[in-house]
Each structure stands twice: as structure tokens, then as C-alpha cells.
């Protein structure tokens, strides 16, 4: 297909976005409404949206202004004392109220699972009488597709979401209009269907276990049937199936575009049409823009002193429709309106090519808009499709066109969290902050600062704080902030590093870290042995201890995962994992203990397992690295996660889907962390090197080199000043995280590092080894504390948690746990 003239196709884009608006308001408010029809929520929604008022009552406000305005400055460096005073000054009767409030909260979002869980068991129901209905006979009489309805309705795979269902029915346009044509005429139902299919497959793909679409084309009968009574026929039969319709219809010299939309649950269906278009104007305005393109070279010809019939004969259909153009400027100087009269322009494929390729632009957009819609509704999930408009949009010239692309797409998914935030008015911060997830990957980070804002002043709000712009919003949460608040202010944070905003992150960061360490760590300076864990099957190779401190994850020797009971000392698993099926290599923990992810070796691939431990299930299974994953870490967000094998890889852990592959290490990567901030990335690998990636680009910022074997473990101080790196060299190497320059070299070890864990102040560093010590060292003045014998095999795995525990795993098939004096 030739590049696309965009000069031909803004006007007609601009069409198309003026129609969009007042068109998807309609098919929002079906899906919505459907959505959550019948909801017993405690407060119904108005026709006019009235501010959130929540029944959370905290100090007067006069003193909350009082102690904002004289704080200043200076209330950053304070903000954990301040929340550490607040929840002690918390009298009962504030406490009673926020457990109201989480729990209605929880209430509003249990329904909503609920009556989800009920349209899924609804559709299922339908799905399976829908082929006994005595007219079935009659409705295939008017059937549109060539796929019968028994292949549309089989059972659709339990724990995952229903699939949006698109089909396209391809306008029949009548070529003889535009003369003599040839062979060069393109297939506009070929052409669209390839280029929407790959738009699918590569960012809503049937597989993906978060927005699935299954895309049926050519299965429309385009030649016999067009227009509602078809959709009417659909509709009857497969409202079970969530479904999308693109339809473009001839008429006269004009395509009308049209879509028609269904989804769980709705008793209608929408049936729109997005834009009304001369396409005959379209086709011969893009042979105008060839001809005046010639109209150049036509003048430099001349200038050469070439003739003018020489010339016109190069020029082919070009120059014909020059000679038009100009007589058509001649008539018009006359007074004669050339619009009136018949140019038959000539056109030729590059036209036609321009116009399959503005319509299937359209039906991109336009299939991207529902699949966000239908999955946010359905699933909670963050729209895509602000990711994909850049390129989508690439060669758009006109600023003011890309901004109403972007502000079309913003109004459209306003209106459905709108929709939502009326149902369930409790999650309006989380709801505003999934928008903002979405636009802040916009090279115009304006649009994502927006909801943030938004968001934290909903979040005030409910809260009964007063609305505070800036910095001092941030100082205003931490005065009514709670343990509940935690993954909200995860959330926040993310987004805030994702538009740039650097001092609003670390602000968040500072109100994450006052509400998840209210105590000082205790010091590693002197560990003692507390117990024992026994009865493994083979070597430890990984270990992590869960925020509770209660509980204690090890993985090696088979294809399980053991949860201990740090608190009773059982000489025996509580608890197993048994998804994988071949041997687990490694495991990782997230910080707030939400998310564990593993990884084994099958027979042809490595696959990791991404479990939900409080929900107690598995929630993704991860393929595509072909050798083993000795290394996985996840973002402190709980958004991406790294795997390392030759290559590392990075997921999105709300999809399950792979977004970006580091290449640069030429061996094994044996070891993966990620800085405290979530910027940055940190392998070690058997090529003897420690590499710093930027882990929002996968930019490689820095190779640290200096050790003479392979690099066992890597591991980033609390502060994320310095780096600690572990080699089969037997030594262990201090870093500056900034600079790269090696501040130390510890060498008591007499065998391979395999493991490095940092103590919660930061102050110590213990190191495992093939030696079977473990060491405890002072991490800034690079002194021996302690060394710890107690192990008959090398020490493969370390972990320590807020308190100083220190967990340790060998290949004496035991696990050690130590405790600080």
C-alpha cells in the first residue's frame, strides 16, 4: 500500500471525530445502565452528578487549615511524624467511622463482582438454549454471516473474560462511477480486514487474558445484507456474545459508516452511524493533491526548456488532472461556479490506497474505543488505546487535529468513568487514577496530570479535607492517611513517575513509607540461630519472607512452592503451591506480599507463575522465554515484572503481557532488583558484568565491570545509593548506584557468592556462599561483623525482613532462620 497523503485525509478525520462525540455518549449509557441495573447500592445515582460526601468525620476543619499553613515548606521532612501523632490522637468514634467507610466501600465493589459473576452465568444460560428457540429457522433466513450460530455459541473458557466478538461489513462501492477502471483497484474489504486484524492481534489479541477480542473477518456476507434488519437478525440470536459490528454502506456518491454494539447483559443494542462522507469527493480530492504535486516538477520541466507536450505526455493522469485544476481556477476567477460542472478527474491506485487506508484508520480507532470501553465497564481494566494513538496517528501534520483526536478520546472515556463513578462513588480515586494510567504514556503528560489531580482531590473529598492544589494536597492526605490507604498511594506514586513528576512521587513515597515502618528496624549487628526447617527434597535456591511476618516462601528440588509458619516453627510446610510442572528455579515476592511470582523449566520452555496470595489463586501463566529464568523482581507498583535468562524481559502485570526485551548481557542473568523508586533496573550475569537499565524505557545506563566470574546476586540499598554485587569469584563488590564507581571489594569468602541481602537501615550486608557461611558485614565501613557456620552445604538464598529476621537456604536441604540479639 503507498504512504497515505494526509493532506487528503484530515478533513475527513476531523469528520469523523465531530460524529464520534454524541455517538459513543449513546453506547455509554446502554453499557452502563445494563451494566448496573438493579444494583442495590446505598446511593442511587441523580441525573445531576452531586460531590461525594463520605461518612468520615475527622478533625474540625479550621485546625486542619491552622496546621497546613504552618507547616510550609518544611512539612516534607516531617510527614512521618506528623501521620505517626495523627494515629494516636484518633479517638475511637473516627475510628468507628473509617471502618464504615472501607466497609461500605468494600460493599459497592462486592456488588458489582456480584452482578458481574450473574450476567456471566446469564450469558451462559443463553448460549445454551438460544439454538432451541422454535424461529431459529425463520431469523437464518435474514443471517448476515457465513459462520452458522451453533460455531458463534460454544462455551467460552471458565476464568477468563468473555471475548468482544467484531465483524466488519465492508462497503460495496460502484466503480464504474469514476470511468475506466483496472486491475489496479484494491480489495477494500481485503485491505480492511488485514490491517484491522493486525491492529487486534497485536495489542487486543483473542489470547490476552485482560481485553480479548476475537476478530471474524470475511465472514459478513457483504454482497446481500447491510442496514439494522441484519443486526436486528444478530442480535436476536447472540446477545449472549458481546459483539461489535463496523459497517460501511454505499449511498449514492456517499459511504455512511455505522456500528452497531452489544454487550453482557444489555436488552438493546446500539446502532450508530459515526460519519457521513462523499468518498467520491475523497477519491478525487486525492488525485487534486497528485496533480498539484506535478504542478512542481511540471514548472522546473519547463524551466528546462522541455515542451509542454512532452511534458503532459510524462505526466500521464497527473497532468490531465492539472489542466483541469487550472481550468476549474479560470472559471471560478469568471464568476462561474466550478462546482457545478462535471471534471471527470482520473484516478488511479495510490487513490484508492488513500481511502482503504483512511477507512481502515477509522475502524481502528473506532474498534479500540469499544474493546476500552467494553473492558473497563466489564473488568475494571485501564483503557489501551491511548497508548496505541501515537503511532496510530503518526503522520497526522496538523497540531489541532491530534489534539482533538486525544480530546475525543478523553471525552469518551469520561463519560464511562463518569458512568461508573455515579455507581460505585467510594472508588472514584482509583477509577480517575486507571484513567490517568492510561493517557500518561501521551507524549503530552498533560492529560494524565489531570486525573491525577483529579483523583487526589476526589480522594480529599471523601475524606472531608479541603481542596488543595500542589505539593500541599499531598500534605493534606498524610493528616487522614491509613493502612487502607496503601495500595491507593501505590497507584498514585506510579502515575505521578510516569508524567515526570519527580518531588509529587517522593513525596507519595514518603507517605508509603510512614504508613508501612511505623518502628525503627532493628540492627543485623549480632544474629543468633532461632530454628530449623527440614524435610526438603533438594538444594534451597530461593527464599522470601512475607510483610507479615508470619509467614516464609521457598522454592528448589521439585515443582512446588512451601509456605512455612515463621510464628509456630512447624517442622513441616503448611501450605504448597502445585502449578508448575516442571522444577521451580526461583521465586520473587512483591513488597506488600500482594503478588508472587516463580519460574520452572519444562520440557521446551520456561514458564513463570504469577499468583494473587491473598486471593490465593493464580493469576497469570507467563511464556516466552525458551531457556531457563534463573531471575525474577517485582516493580515496587505492583505493575511490571522482570524475568532474566539470556535476555531479560519485562511484563505488565495487569495483562500479562510482554512489553519490552533487554538485550546486553552476553550469559546467564542470574540476578534481578529493582531500585526502591521503581526506575531503575539491576542484573547481574554470567558474563561477569552488573548492568543498570532504565526500566520505563529499557535504556541501558550503565555496565558495571570488575569481577573475574560470573555475577551470583545483585541487591540495592534501602536508599538506593549503593549497589551490592556477588560473584563466583569469591568476592563481593560495593558500587555507587550514581556514578558506578567501586567503593569496595570484600574477600573473606572462600568460595562462590551466590546471595546478597541488605539489612532494613541499611547499615549491614549478609552474604551466602559456597564456603556454607553466611557473613555479616557493615555494609559502609566494609567490615567483617559475624560470620554464621550453622549450614553443612553451600548457602544458595537469603532473605530478611522489616524486623531483622534472616531467613537462610542451602543445599543441606534446610532452611535457617535467625534472629538479631
Known amino acids: 500500500m503507498l504512504p497515505l497523503d494526509i493532506t487528503v485525509m484530515e478533513p475527513w478525520l476531523k469528520l469523523l471525530l465531530q460524529w464520534a462525540i454524541p455517538v459513543f455518549k449513546t453506547l455509554v449509557y446502554l453499557k452502563t445502565t445494563n451494566q448496573f441495573s438493579g444494583i442495590p447500592l446505598n446511593e442511587k445515582p441523580t441525573s445531576e452528578p452531586k460531590p461525594l460526601i463520605l461518612p468520615y468525620q475527622a478533625v474540625d476543619e479550621p485546625t486542619h487549615r491552622e496546621k497546613l499553613m504552618a507547616m510550609g515548606q518544611h512539612f516534607a521532612n516531617k510527614l512521618p511524624d506528623v501521620i505517626h501523632a495523627f494515629a494516636q490522637t484518633l479517638d475511637e468514634t473516627d475510628h468507628l467511622q473509617q471502618q464504615h467507610f472501607q466497609q461500605q466501600k468494600a460493599l459497592q465493589q462486592q456488588l458489582v463482582a456480584e452482578h458481574r459473576e450473574t450476567l456471566l452465568k446469564l450469558a451462559a444460560y443463553q448460549r445454551q438454549t438460544t439454538l432451541e428457540l422454535p424461529e431459529v429457522h425463520k431469523i437464518l433466513d435474514h443471517w448476515p454471516l457465513r459462520l452458522f450460530p451453533s460455531q458463534l455459541l460454544e462455551p467460552h473458557r471458565p476464568n477468563r473474560p468473555i471475548p468482544l466478538r467484531i465483524f466488519i461489513a465492508p462497503p460495496q462501492v460502484q466503480f464504474e462511477r469514476f470511468g475506466e477502471m483496472n486491475s489496479q483497484v484494491p480489495d477494500i474489504e481485503l485491505g480492511l480486514a488485514q490491517r484491522l486484524r493486525e491492529f487486534l492481534s497485536q495489542h487486543y489479541p483473542l489470547h490476552s487474558q485482560v481485553r480479548p477480542t476475537e476478530f471474524l473477518g470475511g465472514a459478513w456476507e457483504s454482497k446481500r445484507f447491510h442496514s439494522e434488519s441484519s443486526i436486528k437478525a444478530l442480535f436476536s440470536l447472540l446477545k449472549s456474545e458481546p459483539t461489535l459490528i463496523l459497517e460501511s454502506e454505499i449511498d449514492g456518491d456517499f459511504m455512511i459508516f455505522r456500528l452497531a454494539y452489544w454487550g453482557l447483559g444489555q436488552d438493546s443494542y446500539c446502532y450508530s452511524t459515526l460519519c457521513k462522507l462523499s468518498y467520491r469527493d475523497f477519491i478525487y480530492e486525492s488525485a487534486k493533491v497528485r496533480a498539484l504535486k506535478w504542478k512542481t516538477t511540471r514548472d522546473k520541466l519547463l524551466a528546462l526548456g522541455k515542451s509542454i507536450e512532452d511534458i503532459n505526455a510524462k505526466g500521464g493522469d497527473n497532468a490531465i488532472n492539472l489542466a483541469y485544476l487550472e481550468e476549474a481556477e479560470e472559471l471560478q476567477q469568471a464568476g462561474i461556479d466550478p462546482r457545478e460542472l462535471i471534471f471527470p478527474y482520473k484516478v488511479n491506485r495510490g487513490d484508492w490506497d488513500n481511502f482503504c487506508q483512511f477507512l481502515s484508520t477509522c475502524h481502528c480507532l473506532v474498534a479500540g474505543w469499544v474493546s476500552d470501553i467494553h473492558h473497563l465497564v466489564h473488568s475494571d481494566v485501564s483503557p489501551l488505546l491511548p497508548e496505541l494513538l501515537p503511532p496510530l496517528i503518526a503522520e497526522v501534520s496538523d497540531p489541532d487535529l491530534v489534539q482533538v483526536v486525544m480530546q475525543t478520546t478523553l471525552s469518551i472515556y469520561q463519560e464511562v468513568l463518569e458512568s461508573l463513578v455515579r455507581e460505585r462513588p467510594y472508588w472514584e480515586p482509583e477509577l480517575s487514577l486507571k484513567l490517568a494510567q492510561s493517557l500518561s504514556c501521551l507524549p503530552d503528560k498533560s492529560w494524565a496530570t489531570i486525573q491525577i489531580k483529579s483523583s487526589v482531590k476526589a480522594w480529599l473529598q471523601q475524606r472531608k479535607q479541603p481542596h488543595i492544589e500542589g505539593l500541599q494536597a499531598f500534605e493534606a492526605m498524610g493528616l487522614v492517611l491509613t493502612q487502607q490507604d496503601q495500595n491507593y498511594c501505590q497507584m498514585l506514586q506510579s502515575c505521578l513517575a510516569a508524567v515526570g513528576d519527580e518531588q509529587g512521587a517522593n513525596q507519595v513515597q514518603e507517605l508509603l513509607e510512614a504508613i508501612a515502618s511505623p518502628q525503627q528496624p532493628q540492627t543485623c549487628a ?11 527434597s533438594g538444594k534451597v535456591s530461593a527464599i522470601a519472607i512475607h510483610p507479615n511476618g508470619r509467614t516464609l516462601l521457598s522454592c528448589g528440588g521439585d515443582s512446588t512452592i512451601k509456605i512455612w509458619d515463621i510464628i509456630s516453627l512447624n517442622s513441616t510446610p503448611i501450605q504448597q503451591l502445585n502449578g508448575h510442572s516442571g522444577g521451580v528455579l526461583t521465586l520473587t515476592l512483591s513488597r506488600d506480599g ?42 515496587p507498583d505492583n505493575q511490571t515484572i522482570a524475568s532474566g535468562s539470556h535476555k531479560i524481559k519485562l511484563w505488565n502485570l495487569n495483562t500479562g503481557e510482554p512489553f519490552r526485551t533487554l538485550f546486553g548481557h552476553k550469559e546467564w542473568v542470574y540476578s534481578l532488583v529493582i531500585s526502591p523508586d521503581g526506575q531503575t533496573l539491576v542484573s547481574g550475569s554470567g558474563d561477569k558484568t552488573v548492568k543498570i537499565w532504565k526500566l520505563a524505557t529499557g535504556e541501558l545506563l550503565r555496565t558495571l565491570s570488575g569481577h573475574k566470574a560470573s555475577v551470583r546476586a545483585v541487591a540495592i540499598s534501602p536508599d538506593g545509593q549503593t549497589i551490592v554485587s556477588g560473584s563466583e569469584d569469591k568476592t563481593i563488590k560495593v558500587w555507587d548506584f550514581e556514578t558506578g564507581k567501586l567503593l569496595a571489594t570484600l574477600t573473606d569468602h572462600t568460595g562462590a557468592v551466590y546471595a546478597i541481602a541488605l539489612s532494613p537501615d541499611g547499615e549491614y550486608l549478609i552474604s551466602g556462599s559456597e564456603d556454607k557461611t553466611i557473613k555479616v558485614w557493615h555494609l559502609h565501613r566494609g567490615e567483617l561483623i559475624q560470620t554464621l557456620d550453622e549450614h553443612t552445604a553451600p548457602v544458595y538464598a537469603l532473605a530478611i525482613d522489616s524486623n531483622g529476621l534472616l531467613a537462610s537456604g542451602s543445599e543441606d536441604q534446610t532452611i535457617k532462620l535467625w534472629r538479631p540479639l
Open 526 to 536: 549480632n544474629l543468633i540461630l532461632a530454628s530449623t526447617f527440614t524435610g526438603l
Open 594 to 635: 500482594q503478588i508472587l511470582a516463580s519460574s520452572d523449566q519444562s520440557k521446551n520452555r520456561s514458564y513463570i507463575k504469577v499468583w494473587n496470595l491473598h486471593q490465593g489463586k493464580l493469576l497469570w501463566t507467563l511464556s516466552g522465554h525458551r531457556k531457563q529464568i534463573h531471575s525474577l523482581a517485582i516493580s
